[in-house]
């Protein structure tokens, strides 16, 4: 994605003064969209990378016809911000197919004058929804998924455009915490046209979270395949077989 134009706009908050405007370039400041390439089942969310902190409970998004605008106040705060790729997540929802331009508005804290930074505007497409019958997921399975039946246990799913990223945490036969995970997987669809998404089990071990963390400590060992099998946008079955057990789960997402 090329570099965004990244202007100011200065708006002195004492009554009666008068409004101007300044230009300048920041290289640190950057902008992309997360996913870089959505559908209309993704949440599209604009990462600012920068540094420095904004209030996350000022934020405000406004959006004219295809332009959207997002607003939120600086924070001034010791430290805030400073890590090397520092980023900020600012959430725009999921948006028809269409192509739009978005531009984030940095206003200074409020009650205090300065500039208004402007980053943008970047213009990103949101691809129409992939048709019946596609490989592609059709809807944003990103949740906590449980059975109601079986409190205790959970599937935690993160979703990038069509990448899943599956975490199941579950008790092994000593009752000691356990995590599965699947990094990646494909979508299939079977003869019956079921889509389904499919990867390694990796049991994963690290160093317990009291003390110093141990690099060395830490493991991903593959033990099986995991298969999710979405039925609707609430419900699915999970199954999977872990060191030549077999079983399957019926799942819906967690209510909070």
Request: hydrophobic share 40%.
């Amino acid at each position: 994605m090329p570099s965004p134009t990244i202007s100011y706009s200065v708006l002195p908050k004492a009554i009666g003064a008068l409004v101007f405007t300044a230009a300048s370039t920041i290289a640190t400041a950057q902008l992309q969209l997360i996913p870089p390439d959505p559908s209309p089942a993704d949440v599209v969310r604009l990462r600012y990378t920068h540094v420095g902190c904004t209030n996350f409970d000022s934020m405000r998004v406004s959006q004219q016809a295809n332009h959207i605008t997002v607003q939120a106040d600086r924070l001034i705060q010791t430290d805030c911000g400073t890590t090397f790729g520092y980023f900020e997540d600012f959430a725009l929802g999921r948006l028809p197919a269409g192509d739009y331009d978005v531009t984030l508005a940095v206003n200074p804290p409020p009650g205090t004058l300065g500039p208004t930074q402007l980053v943008g505007p970047v213009h990103f497409t949101v691809a129409s929804s992939p048709p019946t019958g596609s490989l592609h997921p059709h809807d944003s399975y990103a949740d906590m998924w449980w059975n109601p039946g079986e409190s205790g246990w959970a599937l935690n799913i993160v979703q990038t455009g069509e990448k899943l990223f599956l975490v199941w945490m579950v008790y092994a036969g000593d009752r000691s915490a356990t995590w599965f995970v699947v990094p990646s997987g494909t979508w299939s669809r079977n003869a019956d046209n079921v889509l389904h998404f499919s990867g390694v089990i990796y049991r994963v071990q690290g160093p317990p979270w009291q003390g110093a963390f141990d690099p060395g400590t830490v493991n991903a060992t593959a033990v099986g395949v995991a298969d999710f099998v979405p039925f609707n946008a609430g419900h699915a079955q999970f199954n999977y077989t872990i060191d030549a057990v077999t079983g399957s789960k019926s799942v819906e997402r967690f209510r909070f």
